[in-house]
């Protein structure tokens, strides 16, 4: 069992988590129960798939979650894509969180990788 408050995917999920949330608090008004709910519940759910398979008894069951997690930070992404396109996010913000979401799903996929070896 790991100690997902140690997992420094954990620690990096939480940040974008308040990232994300700061960034859809200057979305329209009327995106409230789409883009800014979509992506919220997406950026949430990353974290607390990690954390929750910290706690499974076996390594393969743990990378499962960590697969949940990363397909949560696709479907995040895709948001952030369309926000964009609408014109809800500039450029430098954009890069700025887009690369901070390739980058975790580099090293989600990693300790998945790693977790599925042993």
């Known amino acids: 069992?790991?100690?997902?408050?140690?997992l420094e995917i954990w620690k990096r999920?939480?940040?974008?988590?308040?990232?994300?949330?700061?960034?859809?608090?200057?979305?329209?008004?009327?995106e409230r129960y789409g883009l800014i709910s979509q992506m919220q519940r997406a950026a949430v759910s990353c974290p607390s798939n990690?954390?929750?398979g910290s706690a499974k008894s076996?390594?393969?069951?743990?990378?499962?979650?960590l697969e949940i997690s990363l397909g949560s930070l696709l479907e995040l992404e895709t948001e952030l894509i369309v926000s964009f396109n609408l014109e809800y996010v500039d450029?430098?913000?954009?890069?700025?969180?887009?690369a901070s979401?390739?980058?975790?799903?580099?090293?989600?996929?990693?300790?998945?990788?790693?977790?599925?070896k042993e």
């Open 1 to 6: 069992m790991h100690n997902f408050r140690n």
């Open 13 to 30: 999920s939480i940040s974008l988590v308040t990232e994300i949330y700061k960034l859809t608090n200057s979305f329209p008004q009327q």
């Open 50 to 52: 990690i954390a929750e």
């Open 58 to 65: 076996s390594e393969k069951d743990f990378a499962r979650f």
């Open 91 to 98: 450029s430098i913000r954009f890069n700025e969180i887009q």
């Open 101 to 116: 979401l390739i980058e975790l799903q580099k090293m989600i996929n990693g300790f998945k990788n790693y977790l599925n």
